[in-house]
């Protein structure tokens, strides 16, 4: 692993410690490597540093509104196969599923973890472990090659985030501990009870679509596969729910986003944003600071809540910010730096931090908020 090179200075008016006690009437920018944990120098600005007054040109802040996607039948939809491109690389694949209907057959997904997210609705989910109950606001980690199907008993709206050729893992807690964020104990796994046995009796031809380099392959059984009657081992699907997140926070000082880390997979890292209070420090920022994230591509879908940091955006919109810009709160937020207009927030929204560059899916692309980067100007 190379070293960077590093000689910590400090040049011209600047503050002590970040992110807290600016130099009056300065901007703090962060310019950091390794998606904050690498080196990084704070940066002092007389003006916002998002303060621009055009864009041109490919590179931009995007955004896409995925609750104007068109709805899809209830047959074409009842597959994963069949979810929205929205982003994706060669690691991960971001995908917007809308599940209405029982998923008429089984899926396979030979090409990496599935990460599902829950943004509305709940069902029944079965695999070759048993059966868990989902809801809104859960996760569902599904480990590679595992058969599964999902009955929704309310229309699904869900996050299909596959790792592509790599497994999701917990993040490293570091020193605040394995039991900080959530207690792995919370993990719940599926279980075989009377609702696993009882679908086990339903007969006739089932159908498994495996998924391997993009290509759907197909497998008939002359009965239902999901047949096990037990299990011993430390592999199998978890769920968690954002409603048993416990962020870290610190009334002193406002944290990266990295600490917020939920998951994390080969070349990206899934972060969860948890209602929690402000900042309480009378010199602390109360929004995130502008940031030069340029070892990463940011993504952050919007669950629920206000979004303190954006304006102008609502549940089921993706901002993507891909690296080589400033990324910052957007000028009504920016009001509120110091002096918040209440005594914490209360957004749910799921990021996304890609190490490798990511490509816009069709189905976002007839989605885009066209005059998001106009946005910070007030246009």
Not at 212 to 235: C, E, K, M, Q
Not at 310 to 339: Q, S, V
């Amino acid at each position: 692993m190379p070293k960077y090179i590093s000689f910590p200075r400090v040049e011209g008016m600047a503050s002590r410690q970040a992110h807290a006690d600016l130099p009056a009437g300065t901007y703090e920018r962060e310019l950091g490597k390794e998606g904050f944990y690498g080196p990084a120098t704070l940066m002092y600005h007389r003006h916002p540093p998002t303060g621009w007054t055009s864009w041109e040109g490919p590179l931009r802040p995007r955004a896409f509104d995925l609750t104007k996607l068109p709805r899809v039948n209830d047959e074409d939809g009842s597959s994963p196969w069949s979810a929205a491109d929205v982003l994706h690389n060669a690691a991960l694949r971001l995908g917007y599923w809308q599940l209405r209907r029982p998923m008429s057959d089984l899926a396979r997904n030979a090409d990496g973890d599935q990460l599902l997210f829950v943004h509305e609705g709940e069902g029944e989910f079965f695999c070759d472990y048993g059966h868990l109950s989902i809801v809104t606001g859960d996760y569902l980690v599904i480990p590679r090659g595992t058969m599964w199907r999902i009955d929704p008993s309310k229309p699904m709206r869900l996050l299909a985030i596959e790792a592509t050729g790599s497994s999701y893992q917990l993040p490293d807690k570091g020193l605040i501990g394995a039991h900080a964020i959530f207690d792995p104990a919370i993990l719940d796994v599926p279980a075989i009870d009377e609702n696993f046995r009882a679908q086990q009796a339903e007969g006739g031809k089932w159908r498994v679509h495996i998924k391997r380099r993009g290509a759907i392959s197909t497998v008939t059984y002359p009965f239902n596969p999901l047949d096990a009657v037990g299990w011993h081992g430390d592999l199998a699907p978890v769920r968690l729910n954002v409603k048993d997140i416990r962020p870290v926070m610190s009334h002193r000082v406002h944290l990266p986003p990295s600490v917020h880390t939920t998951f994390v997979a080969g070349r990206f890292v899934v972060c969860t944003f948890v209602p929690r209070p402000f900042e309480t420090d009378p010199g602390a920022l109360k929004v995130p600071f502008f940031h030069n994230n340029d070892d990463y591509d940011e993504v952050i879908f919007y669950h629920a809540g206000d979004f303190f940091s954006r304006d102008n955006i609502k549940p089921g919109m993706i901002t993507f910010h891909p690296c080589g810009f400033t990324h910052g709160p957007h000028p009504k937020a920016l009001e509120a730096a110091l002096k918040p207009r209440k005594p914490a927030t209360d957004e749910i929204a799921v990021m996304i931090d890609a190490r490798d560059g990511l490509e816009v899916g069709p189905a976002a692309e007839a989605v885009e908020w066209q005059g998001y980067a106009a946005s910070w100007t007030g246009g």
